[in-house]
């Protein structure tokens, strides 16, 4: 299994931006296909954003196409979610994930998981 350890959260005004981090460890993560998901209270998980680490291919749900970007450093074995525009209904704990592979968008594909970093947008 991989380890995640996300970083990057905070308190930022409704248009603002923040840049989230997950960096792995333990294994070589080339063959993953990461993913960020977000949970507000009372919601469910939900699917914000995927890269399949090998091809670099994204995938965005509507609700942030355009307005978050995932990346990758290959060398710091890390993802990031450039989120800008931010608006209040962003606000949740952000979580990295990680698969096997193939794109998914939903939660209990995922077989690692990062500890969560909470994003609290203010208007």
């Known amino acids: 299994q991989v380890q995640l350890v996300e970083s990057g959260g905070g308190l930022v005004q409704a248009g603002g931006s923040l840049r989230l981090s997950c960096t792995a460890s333990?294994?070589?993560?080339?063959?993953?296909?990461m993913g960020w998901f977000r949970q507000a209270p009372g919601e469910e998980r939900e699917f914000v954003a995927g890269?399949?680490?090998?091809?670099?291919?994204?995938d965005y749900a509507n609700s942030v196409k355009g307005r978050f970007t995932i990346s990758r450093e290959n060398a710091k074995n890390t993802v990031y979610l450039q989120m800008t525009s931010l608006k209040r209904e962003d606000t949740a704990v952000y979580y990295c994930?990680?698969?096997?592979?193939?794109?998914?968008?939903?939660?209990?594909?995922?077989?690692?998981w990062g500890q969560g970093t909470q994003v609290t947008v203010s208007s």
């Open positions: 890269l399949r680490w090998i091809t670099g291919g994204t």
């Open positions: 994930a990680a698969r096997d592979w193939s794109y998914s968008r939903l939660p209990a594909d995922f077989h690692s």
């Open positions: 333990g294994r070589t993560i080339t063959t993953y296909y």
